[in-house]
């Protein structure tokens, strides 16, 4: 599939999630290696060791926190460009019925409700400028299609929600020019993939960059994994 891709992102603004290490860390410094100003979201500032992005205190469990990242930006900028909804945990590995109820809430609560709910705050920002792109990083293990054997339930039933959210934005707000995109970086070398994955942090970090340079009318809803579409 032929996508339009921006050149560079000067005078774009993003928001990336989870930017302290791993994944999250290589989509910002991606993003401000394209010339982007990136907000590096943390739950400990002095985690963000890049003077090339700007750290922001932000758990997106903490209500408090996402409104203060969203009137800094808008104070500072007046727009969002790019929202990257990266931060994640994997949650209890045992089948459902060995899962503690709370377990399950608190990855709910950072894998799912966070990026409803910081989404829901951006999205006057985001929607300010024709174009504004979001990226959600989900993951294979909850794509509906490819089955979900293999533990870790509250993660698979938080990414299928979050490829929810993707799709539910597109029907919502594609004609407004949003692009609302998911992205499944593949099995990587982090504190959630494993020491023998395949793929490094930086390649993991490839498609989110690149659906974070579509341009306007680029396609949108749609599930991505190495730079390719693939199904629900």
Known sequence: MDIDLLDGLDEQVALVTGATRGIGEQIALGLADLGATVYGGARETGDISHDSLIPIQLDVTADRDIATTIETIDDAHGHLDILVNNAGIGGPRAPLHRNEMADIDDTLDVNLRGPI?????????????????????????????????????AYRISKAGLNGLTVYLHGEYAEEGLIANTACPGWVRTELGAPEAPKSPAEGAETPIWLARFTPGSPGGTFWRDLSPIDW
Do not use: F, Q
Request: net charge positive.
């Open 117 to 153: 709910h910081l989404t829901r705050s951006a999205l006057p920002l985001l929607l300010r400028n024709d174009g504004g792109r979001v990226v959600n990083v989900s993951s294979g293990m909850g794509a509906l299609g490819e089955g979900m054997s293999g533990h870790y339930p």
